[in-house]
């Protein structure tokens, strides 16, 4: 297992179970094989040296995948390394790239902070920003863009952002149903930032008054 995930700072996803916590609502899927797949595309475009293409398996998991979701997830890497931005970008990229520090927010009159961790997909060093890679049911660009919020992409996008000190982003959806490529610039400011900030703000401080806040209390 990647010793990422056993750091102890706050990450997103801790975030993110909190919020499902706090806000049981019924799932549609299966996150656990939404999550493998979402890693076999990954590794495949950022990390192949984690994929065996002859037993169909990626490294962390014990069960090899079906051969037509192995080969949906090929078709998924072609797409995204035909697009010429998309290709261009990750032959700048760091991949992988970790961040690690103090997200300062404010909740009203409230000000508060958590130690966070991030991991990008790719980062552009040369270009200071970096770009996650989704896999996603989604046919067209709208359909992603409100699957983006529904999943509250938008809030780990801000996340991410804010431990890098960067200025843009970028997510890059790969439909596994028709193969789009579909891509949302974010910049501060803009639309996608503040819906993501706004989101932040508030299951972050519940985070806070739940775990740090209590902690320094006892």
């Known amino acids: 297992m990647d010793t990422y995930y056993n750091r102890p700072e ?4 801790d975030l993110t179970a909190l919020y499902k916590y706090l806000y049981p609502d019924f799932i549609s899927y299966d996150p656990e094989v939404a999550f493998k797949f979402g890693n076999l595309i990954d590794y495949m475009i950022t990390e192949p040296q984690k994929v065996n293409y002859f037993t169909r398996m990626i490294e962390g998991y014990p069960d090899p995948f079906f051969p037509e979701d192995f080969k949906r997830a090929e078709e998924m890497k072609k797409s995204a390394k035909n697009d010429a931005q998309v290709n261009q970008l990750l032959q700048l990229s760091t991949f ?3 961040f690690v520090g ?3 927010l404010k909740y009203g009159n409230i000000d508060f902070s958590l130690r966070m961790r991030c991991k990008y997909d790719m980062f552009m060093n040369i270009l200071g920003w970096g770009a996650d890679i989704k896999s996603t049911a989604a046919t ?3 359909q992603f863009i ?3 919020y529904h999943f509250d992409y938008d809030r780990s996008r801000v996340v991410y952002m804010l431990l890098s000190g960067s200025e843009k982003d ?3 959806g790969i439909s596994k149903k028709n193969y789009q490529v579909f891509k949302i610039p974010i910049v501060r400011g803009d639309a996608f ?3 993501g900030m706004e989101k932040l703000t508030d299951i972050a401080f519940k985070y806070w008054m739940l775990f740090e806040n209590f902690n ?3």
Not at 10 to 13: F, L
Request: glycine fraction near 0%; aromatic fraction near 4%.
């Open 96 to 98: 992988q790239k970790v």
């Open 102 to 104: 103090d997200v300062n």
């Open 140 to 142: 067209t660009m709208n």
């Open 193 to 195: 930032w503040n819906s």
């Open 170 to 172: 970028m997510i890059i």
């Open 216 to 218: 320094k209390a006892a």
């Open 146 to 148: 409100d699957a983006c």
């Open 10 to 13: 706050v990450s997103n996803s």
